[in-house]
């Protein structure tokens, strides 16, 4: 099957800004996320294709060379080493590394560990200060009876006799020369007379760790930080694999975010509305800040607090907080309050409602037409 293009995965013109992939990204992102979606392998896959195309266009380098050759510019890296290297993957899945395949390779019996993943659920508070998070985690670590090598103390792995360290053998038909993994040492290069009793000769054991995960302030739901070295040991003293930590923010109860900018909606009375005045918002960096209502102000408004939002990763800029006014109409009124609404309505007029009054002519205007 051929491979999607990257700007259709995004959803984006190949004339995208740099803001404009990100935004895409993100929006596509939140969508699918694993975490929303547990046990749905389309979502999984959706994002692991999202999280791809992001990486590739969103450096200027990748995405000149995407441009250029498509995915072909990942896919190989020189024509002759590219080819060779893709060839040689085939036929060893077909036919054992027919002709040849990897013979100058020099095993050293040690498997690189597998990479681990982490889900870190932070609130909305935590990731405007940054913090720093404990988590434990069990995996794999280095054997220490045996320091990763597998042997029993006082001995140490013994060259293959089956492949003489090589970790593949070679066997002659008629014109062609078949070369396998070998069976004895697994490609390994080396076998275990005595292995280690604490591992069993696989040098590595199971432990829950500890670690420390330094959170940086303006982290996005979505984000992901790896760590080298943290993930599963190797296979007899081979290096570890990494360890990715996948961030996603709760709900907040008052504050909506988009990308650096939060929202929040700020009930108002009827009077606040129509003659203006002020109240006080508490922001996330706990201080308090006094919002104007300006006079006559409608439902749906919104007012800018510039630096109230939250900080840019890796900036000293921070995003701006978007109060919306949502003027809330009376209810349960006593017999003096609805004496006293009447009134006003009765010396109401035009000016005092214009957009009603404007909407109502216009109707009026095109049925008139109409007819």
Same mark, same amino acid.
């Given at each position: ?10 959803g =984006?013109?190949k004339?995208?800004s740099d803001?404009?992939?990100k935004s895409?990204?993100r929006?596509a992102?939140m969508?699918?996320h694993p975490?929303r979606?547990?046990?749905?392998? %389309?979502a ?11 990486? %590739? ?10 441009d250029?050759?498509?995915?072909a510019?990942?896919e190989?890296s ?5 080819f ?9 899945d077909l036919?054992g ?6 013979r100058?390779?020099? *095993?050293s ?5 597998a990479d681990?993943?982490y889900n870190?659920e932070?609130t +909305?508070e935590?990731?405007y ?6 988590i434990k985690? *069990?995996a794999?670590v ?8 597998g ?5 140490k *792995?013994?060259t293959?006799k089956?492949c003489?360290? %090589? ?6 038909q ?23 009793d ?7 054991v ?6 420390s =995960?330094?959170?940086?302030?303006g @982290? ?11 993930g ?7 290096p ?9 923010l709760k *709900?907040h109860?008052v504050f ?9 909606r700020v009930?108002?009375?009827? @009077?606040?509305?129509?003659?203006g005045?002020?109240?006080? =918002?508490?922001?996330?960096d706990g201080?308090?800040s006094k919002?104007s ?9 919104? +007012? ?8 840019? +990763?890796?900036?000293?800029d921070?995003?701006? +907080?978007f @109060?919306?006014?949502?003027v809330?109409t009376?209810?349960?009124?006593t017999?003096?309050?609805?004496e006293?609404l ?5 010396e109401?007029?035009?000016?005092? %409602?214009?957009?009603?009054a404007?909407?109502f002519?216009?109707?009026?205007e ?6």
């Amino acid at each position: 099957m051929a491979k999607r293009d990257f700007y259709e995965t995004l959803g =984006v013109s190949k004339t995208a800004s740099d803001a404009e992939l990100k935004s895409a990204f993100r929006k596509a992102a939140m969508q699918c996320h694993p975490d929303r979606h547990p046990g749905d392998k %389309h979502a999984e896959t959706r994002f692991k294709e999202l999280n791809e195309a992001y990486q %590739h266009l969103s450096d200027a380098q990748k995405r000149a060379a995407y441009d250029r050759y498509g995915h072909a510019a990942f896919e190989h890296s020189g024509m002759n080493d590219g080819f060779a290297a893709s060839m040689s993957d085939i036929f060893d899945d077909l036919f054992g590394d027919m002709m040849g395949g990897r013979r100058g390779r020099q *095993p050293s019996g040690r498997e690189r560990g597998a990479d681990l993943r982490y889900n870190l659920e932070i609130t +909305l508070e935590e990731a405007y200060r940054g913090k720093t998070a404990t988590i434990k985690l *069990p995996a794999s670590v280095a054997c220490e009876a045996c320091s990763g090598s597998g042997a029993r103390p006082g001995s140490k *792995p013994a060259t293959c006799k089956t492949c003489s360290g %090589h970790g593949r053998v070679r066997q002659q038909q008629g014109f062609f020369a078949i070369e396998r993994t070998c069976p004895t040492c697994h490609g390994r290069g080396q076998t275990i007379d005595n292995p280690c009793d604490k591992c069993g000769g696989a040098g590595r054991v199971a432990r829950e760790r500890t670690l420390s =995960v330094n959170v940086p302030a303006g @982290v996005e739901d979505g984000t992901r930080i790896r760590l080298s070295g943290e993930g599963e040991a190797g296979m007899r003293g081979g290096p570890a694999g990494d360890l990715y930590i996948f961030l996603s923010l709760k *709900p907040h109860q008052v504050f909506q975010r988009d990308g650096a900018d939060l929202y929040c909606r700020v009930p108002i009375s009827m @009077v606040q509305a129509a003659l203006g005045g002020e109240f006080t =918002v508490r922001t996330l960096d706990g201080a308090e800040s006094k919002v104007s209502i300006p006079e006559g102000a409608q439902s749906g408004r919104q +007012l800018r607090l510039r630096g109230k939002g939250m900080p840019i +990763l890796r900036s000293r800029d921070s995003g701006d +907080l978007f @109060v919306q006014l949502n003027v809330e109409t009376p209810q349960n009124l006593t017999r003096r309050q609805r004496e006293l609404l009447m009134e006003f309505a009765s010396e109401s007029s035009h000016k005092t %409602h214009p957009e009603s009054a404007g909407f109502f002519s216009k109707m009026k205007e095109f049925f008139e037409g109409l007819g």
